[in-house]
């Protein structure tokens, strides 16, 4: 029982401060024990991820310490230069959040190399800029982004202002894999690395220049800055940055949810922070009623995913990632053509498992697309790539789980850039009498009724890690020929076929009527993910496929034992 020696080492060595071994004294469940020490909390290309607590499956300062060493190592590796060169710290509204970032900063002052800690709480995209902005060799943001309070993460950014690639995250690994005791971890007096200029404090002056480039990136000025506004930061990083852009942009009628306007720790108002999910906007719709808001804007805790609900007769409606991605990709190249200011080879960039329709509205204007696989530091190696070859510019990228970036000034998604785009194309198309629910419903005219559905199955537990591998290997060699008068036309694997968005373990199957669907397992809970799209030219036969497709697939999925 491995674990056990864990637990015992981690009481009986002087490394561990008395507060965490009298939380581990205090566990009655030895069940308890073993999850907290079975095994050790895993370092990727998230970084790492946890709940917080005392043990080696947690986030705590020795776990968070232990990576950190593992980053200076990887870091020292590269020379003298990249040490120079230094580490951005930055960290969100969570608890132990500071302390965790302080010692991020400790431990490379250690090791030599400089360390940019930022004086407060600041929203992910301007860690990001920061790297960008400063010229450093990586970057560091603590925060779990909209996971539970229980949960504390460690994000790892690379020196183009991207979270790190496998090939950075398996370095960092190995040199993690040769510490063989936390006791080998340096840390340095946080005072004496400040006088030492280890530690540099930095704050106010990033967070000008940041909003200063961003007002810079504004595209139209003739729109009603009277529209009314909601905004909710969900108690976490956005509500200093995007409050002070919208008002810097002009806008005058911006209302904040005072229960959501202060960091807070525990996400008292909301269990769930995530405005992916509809519920998140209860307190913004109520407010909302009593003002006769017209746009419901909500961020994440660490302010990088932004979700929108828009008035809609006597009610709101939220919208979709894919629809306020399709919103805002028409937006941004409609209005960016018509001023004749596209680049030469203007391109964007969408997940494998976003829809089609902006992809659509961008053949319209001359705009190639881009996929790659989920998450954000996919879709900015693109624009990374671009940057030093100069082959495309790079215009915008989104994906379905609301992350969207708009222009090259970071290298994340980033709900302050955003936001004002949002404001800035509701109140555009208010000046022209419509609202964004009216704009969506023209593109669908367009280009075709768009329809998407995401579902996932819970399997937890070794057994249901098992069932998941089960389906996806039932559904690769057995793939389902036709849905009714839908064929199947194309089949991608990820895992096995050669294709530009890279390997991974996704199964894409295309319909004859340009309707596709994915599976694939979730990279960080204990999930199958199932996603749907289709088009029609009515809502009504949009909506029936989707059904059709859900039903279909989800059945099969349920038979595999």
Not at 115 to 143: H, M, N, Q, W
Not at 271 to 282: L, S, V
Request: charged fraction near 30%.
């Amino acid at each position: 029982m491995e674990y056990i020696e864990k637990y015992k080492q981690w009481l009986s060595n002087e490394y561990f401060d008395e507060e965490t071994k009298n939380e581990l004294r205090a566990i009655s469940d030895e069940k308890e024990i073993e999850d907290r020490f079975y095994t050790d909390l895993k370092f990727g290309t998230a970084g790492l991820r946890g709940k917080i607590g005392a043990g080696t499956n947690r986030m705590n300062k020795y776990t968070v310490s232990l990576a950190t060493q593992g980053l200076a190592y990887t870091i020292v590796n590269k020379g003298k230069e990249a040490m120079d060169r230094g580490v951005a710290i930055a960290y969100d509204v969570r608890k132990y959040s500071k302390e965790f970032a302080e010692i991020t900063a400790r431990v490379l002052a250690a090791n030599g190399i400089k360390a940019y800690l930022f004086d407060d709480l600041r929203a992910t995209p301007i860690l990001s800029y920061t790297v960008r902005k400063l010229g450093c060799i990586s970057g560091v943001v603590v925060t779990a982004s909209h996971n539970p309070k229980d949960y504390n993460g460690y994000k790892v950014y690379w020196e183009e202002g991207s979270q790190i690639l496998d090939n950075i995250a398996e370095e960092i690994l190995g040199e993690i894999a040769r510490i063989n005791s936390f006791n080998e971890v340096k840390l340095m007096d946080k005072d004496t690395a400040t006088k030492n200029g280890l530690i540099k404090i930095i704050g106010q002056e990033i967070d000008d220049d940041y909003n200063a480039k961003l007002l810079k990136m504004a595209i139209n000025e003739d729109i009603d800055k009277e529209i009314a506004i909601i905004y909710s930061p969900l108690n976490g990083t956005g509500n200093i940055p995007v409050r002070r852009i919208l008002k810097d942009r002009g806008f005058t009628n911006v209302t904040v949810v005072s229960e959501q306007e202060k960091p807070d720790s525990n996400f008292t108002t909301v269990g769930y922070p995530n405005p992916e999910d509809p519920k998140a906007f209860a307190y913004a719709e109520k407010l909302a009623y009593e003002i006769g808001a017209e746009l419901l804007i909500a961020t994440d805790p660490d302010c990088d995913r932004v979700a929108i609900e828009v008035k809609n007769g006597d009610g709101y409606t939220f919208l979709n990632g894919n629809q306020t991605g399709a919103l805002i990709v028409n937006y941004v190249l409609s209005s960016r053509y018509s001023k004749n200011d596209l680049p030469e080879n203007p391109a964007i960039v969408k997940s494998i498992v976003t829809g089609d329709l902006g992809k659509v509205i961008a053949d319209k204007y001359g705009v190639k697309t881009f996929e790659t696989l989920t998450g954000f530091k996919n879709i900015c190696a693109l624009p990374n790539e671009w940057e030093r070859t100069k082959e495309y510019e790079f215009i915008l990228g989104y994906e379905e789980s609301i992350g969207y970036l708009y222009g090259n000034l970071v290298r994340d998604k980033d709900a302050v850039i955003t936001t004002m785009i949002i404001a800035e194309m509701a109140a555009y198309y208010k000046k022209q009498g419509k609202n964004l629910l009216e704009v969506l419903e023209e593109v669908y005219e367009e280009y075709g009724y768009y329809s998407e559905k995401l579902i996932s199955i819970v399997l937890e537990g070794v057994e249901g890690q098992e069932k998941i591998k089960r389906i996806m290997e039932e559904i690769r060699h057995n793939p389902i020929g036709e849905i009714q008068d839908l064929k199947l036309v194309k089949t991608i694997d990820y895992l096995n076929d050669e294709t530009d968005a890279g390997k991974s373990n996704v199964l894409k199957y295309y319909l004859n009527d340009g309707s596709w669907y994915a599976i694939r397992p979730s990279g960080t809970e204990p999930k199958i993910k199932l996603y749907m799209y289709s088009v029609g030219e009515t809502k009504v036969e949009s909506f029936r496929k989707i059904d059709l497709i859900e039903s279909t697939v989800r059945t099969k999925m349920e038979e595999v034992k």
